[in-house]
Nanobody, 122 residues
Framework: QVQLVESGGGLVQAGGSLRLSCVAS????????MGWYRQAPGKQRELVATITSGGSTNYADSAKGRFTISRDNAKNAVYLQMNNLKPEATAVYYC????????????????WGQGTQVTVSS
């Protein structure tokens, strides 16, 4: 069974920083890509940033220049460094991984973490 566990959320004042971490565990053959999504109250879940196993990154326009995604392939971990946070960044942040579990004839499958709350006060 595969699990994604996030950590690092919390309450921060506008202009502050937070670092989110996510570790994938379980019977994993390979991880194609990992990333972060967020969902604010009353809104749909949206992309924040993604990173492939080769290190290629993609950011939402709202994250460019202030957020940095990184990955440790040896630890099956992904990180999101968020700087100069704004109140509109308040949301539940979800870790995502597209990976191949160690199951006979399995293919790449999407997995999600439980989410971690990020609250930015003005």
């Amino acid at each position: 069974q595969v699990q994604l566990v996030e950590s690092g959320g919390g309450l921060v004042q506008a202009g502050g920083s937070l670092r989110l971490s996510c570790v994938a565990s379980g019977r994993i053959a390979s991880i194609k890509a990992m990333g972060w999504y967020r969902q604010a109250p009353g809104k749909q879940r949206e992309l924040v940033a993604t990173i492939t196993s080769g290190g290629s990154t993609n950011y939402a326009d709202s994250a460019k220049g202030r957020f940095t995604i990184s990955r440790d392939n040896a630890k099956n971990a992904v990180y999101l460094q968020m700087n100069n946070l704004k109140p509109e960044a308040t949301a539940v942040y979800y870790c995502h991984a597209r990976l191949v579990p160690i199951v006979l004839f399995s293919s790449a499958t999407d997995y999600w973490g439980q989410g971690t709350q990020v609250t930015v006060s003005s």
